[in-house]
């Protein structure tokens, strides 16, 4: 529902009112999910202090009630296990924390990461970036200023990419601001965003979002995070629809989580089911070990079998490339093999 204030005026939009009403207390959730009883979850409800919970109500929707085990729960659901953490799990597994400009990352060398925003719709508890430092690098119109600036001193680059925090959480005024600027610095050739807000709240993608991006000279690109299929619903594949008649190519990256998606059958529907909504299988990460999420680490050698049990089951180009994220490095690390 879509309701216009003045024609001068942003468009209020649904979205906005669902993210004003996300769950953010462990109690709501397991009621919710008809799961309150539950010692073992019940146990987990302190680990907010760690790291708040939140998520929206359209995504809990697709929850299965009554199932402590749900891929979608446990990616969202505090726990006591991020209590326990060795040692190399860190705050800054990737060493984001020195910025080029405050919010500004220049971890490539022919593209730079803008965080646009600080904040996301849902909380993910094995975020990479959940101890980042957002209050020294907020999104607002000063510090994107000044990353302008350093994108129109550095050539070199050739694509921006809108991180986060989520990318989307910024409203559509203030990305239209942004692309704006971008088109007008002539070595910017693309514009790549990664979001999670699309998956977890569908109607974020607005008929003005598609317009802009359908009338710039940028090539547009839009990376989901999806790690389960059962995250894809009919009002995701309408917002893919959307965007795709809009000339924007959709990839997605997923993580591989301990409980969520380390099965070759899981991973199998998942690509199936990006595919069905207009998605190509992009990346799937191994775990980057950030303090509190060590309980979804999923080791190297059986992530590369899980890899060899896809190649044997589906299509070659619906089979995601195998990486981590190694800090220092200048692109993403494919895992070999065997």
Known sequence: MT?????????????????ADVI???????????LDTHPELLKGKNARSLFP???????????RKGDANDPLLRQVLTSSAEFTSPEDFITDPLEEQRTATPGLLHKYHNRVLLLVKGSCAINCRYCFRRHFPYQDNQGNKKNWQLALDYIRQHPELDEIIFSGGDPLMAKDHELSWLIDVLEKIAHIKRLRIHTRLPVVIPTRITTALCQKFHASRLQIVLVTHINHANEIDNALCDSMTKLKTKGVTLLNQSVLLRGVNDNVEVLAQLSNALFNAGILPYYLHVLDKVKGAAHFMVNDDEARRLINGLLGCISGYLVPRLVREIAGKKSKTPLTLS
Do not use: H
Not at 6 to 18: F, M, R, V
Not at 24 to 34: A, H, I, M, R
């Open 24 to 34: 953010t207390d462990p109690d709501e959730l397991l009621q919710l999910l008809q």
């Open 3 to 19: 309701t216009i204030v003045t024609l001068n005026k942003p468009i209020i939009e649904d979205w906005l009112q669902q993210l």
């Open 53 to 63: 919970l939140r998520v929206p109500r359209a995504f809990v929707a697709r929850m």
